[in-house]
């Protein structure tokens, strides 16, 4: 397993006025209905990416990559026309979104240093990448009323480029942002229309009459005073100052070590690459963090719910299409245990999510309860895996990019990239404070190397 710790750097970026960039040909203006999955309070709020790309000597300088994007996404938006319009709530609390062709954000900048200043392999987490996104506080709290979408293409001295972005999570998933973003890169590449056609279909992912949950969402079931504390604290809270940011990589033979510590791995159904990463992940944190070895643990990621649900979606379908997976155990019994201890907990809380009902049943909840917010507290670590999303493959005509975003330390994002022997990485940034990650690296080492 290697590990790239990521130093401060600085460096200087100058941004153009922002601009909206409107659907190239006139859309319906009319009223789309979300989904009771969308409509979770939890994902009012915009998610982040960013994607780097490397300089191509066959277009010099003389290839703008803003401009093609901006005239690629402009394109994309006739296809994708919700995501030009706004986000309206409803007196019930409830959103819908009114599909008024506004359009969506967009800036140009500059940096003052190559591509390879930020790091050779160029890996997240990025730290910096602040920097290098479109300011959407600028436009105010919240997601009602405001665009769906930002975007700032940021030029480096060497020729490359980043493509950064911020998402309404309300609006789509990763695969569906993935799917919306692939289709900008076709078009910047001379395409007539996106591969994959987009649908809307949200009401597939209604809460039934009457509304009927068949599972425990474990997500919701301790939601109160304290836990809506913490995640306020969570959410607002600067990231401290002695904090490290350190990327790690598992290749196949790091996979297969990790499977050579699980003694009872024969006895266990097909294991995922996910699965023993976020056991091994989730087990070495729980160490080096010394939690008191009463408290409860708990490891929370989405489960993809496409084709997996009693009537699978279509193909094309963009809207949220998941549900949360958790985990828990006493810190002493996961620092204590054996790596297949973690794994089994894992894949326990993951096969539970792929219930054929269980999107359906967490629909009937969010309705019954009035769209609650998720339970978060400190002692909950949030992974989630975008290195299937579809990001990755995002080609604007300089070649598929780096894709990532920086991380916060009760959350990681696991991304990929093929190495140069041309295997499949695994991407798993950290962010701990300094001992804390020297702790943590070291525990993972050991079950590497075990």
């Known amino acids: ?26 859309t319906p203006h009319d009223i789309k209905f979300l989904s009771d999955i969308d409509n979770q309070t939890v994902l009012r709020y915009y998610t982040s990416g960013i994607h780097f790309y490397h300089a191509d000597p066959s277009k010099a300088y003389e290839v703008d990559p803003a401009k093609v994007i901006k005239a690629a996404l402009a394109k994309a938006l006739v296809y994708y026309y919700p995501i030009a319009g706004r986000l309206r709530e409803q007196p019930e609390g409830k959103l819908v979104l009114d599909c008024t062709g506004e359009g969506a954000m967009f800036v140009e900048a500059e940096a003052d240093v190559r591509l390879e200043y930020l790091g050779d392999p160029l890996t997240p987490p990025f730290p910096f990448s602040d920097q290098l996104h479109f300011d959407s506080e600028l436009m105010g709290p919240g997601v009602i009323n405001k665009p769906l979408l930002y975007v700032q293409v940021t030029r480096f001295k060497c020729g490359g480029f980043s493509f950064a972005h911020k998402t309404c999570h309300t609006i789509a998933d990763a695969h569906g942002w993935a799917q919306f973003l692939t289709a900008i890169g ?31 969402h474990l997500d919701y079931e301790l939601t109160d005073d304290a836990t809506q504390k913490e995640f306020h604290i969570l959410s607002k809270t600067p ?40 056991a091994a992940v989730w087990r070495s944190r729980t160490i080096a963090l010394d939690y ?87 002692t909950k670590f949030l992974v989630t895996d975008v290195s299937r999303a579809g990001f990755q493959g995002v080609d604007f005509g300089w070649g598929a990019g780096m894709f990532g975003e920086k991380s916060f330390p009760w959350s990681t994002m696991y991304t990929s990239f093929k190495n140069s022997d041309g295997e499949e990485v695994v991407v798993v940034p950290m962010c701990l404070p300094e001992l804390t990650m020297a702790t943590f690296k070291a525990e993972m080492e050991t079950l590497i190397q075990a």
């Open 239 to 278: 990231v401290p100052a002695n904090l490290v940011h350190r990327s790690f990589l598992f290749g196949p033979k790091d996979i297969s070590a990790l499977k050579k510590c699980v003694q009872s791995l024969e006895s266990m159904s097909y294991v995922s690459r996910f699965e023993l990463i976020t």
């Open 292 to 378: 008191n070895p009463d408290c409860e643990i708990y490891v929370q990621f989405p489960v993809n719910s496409k084709g997996k649900m009693v009537s699978p979606l279509p193909t094309g379908f963009y809207g949220n299409a998941f549900a949360r997976a958790v985990a828990f155990s006493k810190a002493r019994k996961l620092s204590s245990s054996p790596l297949e201890y973690a794994l089994k907990l894992v894949k326990e809380a993951k096969e539970k999510a792929r219930a054929s009902d269980f999107l359906q049943s967490l629909a009937d909840l969010s309705v019954l309860r009035g769209w609650p917010q998720m339970m978060v507290a400190r």
């Open 1 to 26: 397993m290697k590990s790239i710790l990521r130093p401060k750097i600085s460096f200087n970026v100058q941004r153009s006025k922002p601009v909206v960039i409107f659907p190239e040909k006139p």
């Open 186 to 216: 076709e078009f910047a590449r001379g395409a007539d229309q996106p591969n994959v056609l987009p649908v809307w279909d949200r009401h597939l992912l209604l809460a039934r009459d009457p509304p009927a949950p068949t599972h425990i």
